[in-house]
């Protein structure tokens, strides 16, 4: 199992960017799918994008064309980059790492983004 801290989160404004990181801590990186989840206020959690261990990536249908997911196995860490931000990309982001074969997962302590009309 690994440890992950986020970082990156902040405010911008409504066309802004901004790159999410999830550092890890632990073993086994490579051998994990990465994944960010994002939560508005008063909403449920939601998959924002994923990617598995060998690089497949996949995303919201709100998100696609503006984020970017990816990793840094050497690093032991994942990115979300997040372009074209609109006010809806608000909230606490998370970053999720799962292990496909047993399905034990670990979740970092989130990271907020305001985005400003």
């Known amino acids: 199992q690994v440890q992950l801290v986020e970082s990156g989160g902040g405010s911008v404004q409504a066309g802004g960017s901004l790159r999410l990181q999830c550092a890890a801590s632990?073993?086994?990186?490579?051998?994990?799918?990465l994944g960010w989840f994002r939560q508005a206020p008063g909403k449920q959690r939601e998959l924002v994008a994923r990617?598995?261990?060998?690089?497949?990536?996949d995303y919201a249908d709100s998100v696609k064309g503006r984020f970017t997911i990816s990793r840094d196995n050497a690093k032991m860490t994942g990115y979300l980059q997040m372009d074209s931000l609109k006010p809806e990309d608000a909230g606490v982001y998370y970053c999720?790492?799962?292990?496909?074969?047993?399905?034990?997962?670990?979740w970092g302590q989130g990271t907020q983004v305001t985005v400003s009309s």
């Open positions: 999720m790492m799962e292990n496909p074969r047993t399905g034990v997962a670990s």
């Open positions: 632990g073993n086994a990186f490579n051998l994990l799918a």
């Open positions: 990617q598995t261990t060998g690089g497949t990536a």
